[in-house]
């Protein structure tokens, strides 16, 4: 079955260091989106990513980097510069910005906890 | 600027009950709407869609029409099942910069009871 797989699903980050968030996708989409979901205020925007090789900051960037090296893959890494990373996090992906009319798909997130 | 606006909650309803979840936006030029649903540990799932004005979206008994005339697009099923527990969030979809962008409510939890 094609959709957006995120692992791991819980992950535990030491003050300090950087982890890296994976997101696979093999709906052939091109463009590929994280998000931040903390309690009350919805999603925010992180990084996306409209085609290999490219990529742009969303609303709340700082502290995160991401990469786009295959069409399928769009990895999240949470530097240590990322003062309150605990929050689930969301990687979806949508076919292109020609069909805006279609929706974004989304992996079941990952739960990143500071110890 | 693009935003939304939906009912917070947390809300409790009993089986069977009638829902709504009011939801306003604001956008320049014309953008899709969509209402998504989280059940819980999950990702976002597509409920329904609407893409024009005066377009139905329709699925698992949840339905809302798109109103440009009051920017709405609120969410409504006749008989809620306890299975419908979840969060809801509105979402616009419209094209800034170059790229498509999504803004979401901030959601509203619904809790069943039977």
Redesign the interface.
Known sequence: DGG?T?SPKYLFRKEGQNVTLSCEQNLNHD?M?WYRQDP????R?IY?S?IVNDF?KGDIAEGYSVSREKKESFPLTVTSAQKNPTAFY?C?S?ID?RT??Q???????TRLSIL | GNSVTQMEGPVTLSEEAFLTINCTYTATGYPSLFWYVQYPGEGLQLLLKATKADDKGSNKGFEATYRKETTSFHLEKGSVQVSDSAVYFCALRYTGGGSEKLVFGKGMKLTVNP
């Open positions: 957006i995120q463009a989106y009350g205020q919805g999603l925007l996306y409209q742009q969301l979806a949508s910005k805006h009319n929706p974004q798909h989304f992996g079941d997130g």
